[in-house]
């Protein structure tokens, strides 16, 4: 039992900055990678940005040079540090882990619930 939760969204003017925060927790052997996704209304769920255990990112290029991943593995933490936010990046952000749990059986796929970010103009 694995679970992602998000934090950090809110309501922000144009220009401005937010870091969003994913703490997993449960029974936790290992997490290989971890990343941040978002969906806009009527929109599908689209990658931002993604990182290793050994560092790696990458991201999307509506993002790239704004946005920063990185994360805390003592922690099992990754946050999105997010900075000149625009309108368009108005969208429900998910974190998303892939994870070995402690029991050892195999790789899971878990997502957040997510959390809100408005970008106004």
């Known amino acids: 039992q694995v679970q992602l939760v998000e934090s950090g969204g809110g309501l922000v003017q144009a220009g401005g900055s937010l870091r969003l925060s994913c703490a997993a927790s449960?029974?936790?052997?290992?997490?290989?990678?971890m990343g941040w996704y978002r969906q806009a209304p009527g929109k599908q769920r689209d990658l931002v940005a993604t990182?290793?255990?050994?560092?790696?990112?990458n991201y999307a290029d509506s993002v790239k040079g704004r946005f920063t991943i990185s994360r805390d593995n003592a922690k099992n933490m990754v946050y999105l540090q997010m900075n000149s936010l625009k309108p368009e990046d108005t969208a429900v952000y998910y974190c998303n882990a892939a994870v070995l749990p402690g029991e050892r059986l195999g790789y899971v796929q878990v997502w957040g619930q997510g959390t809100l970010v408005t970008v106004s103009s």
């Open positions: 449960g029974s936790i052997f290992s997490i290989y990678a």
């Open positions: 990182i290793t255990s050994s560092g790696t990112t």
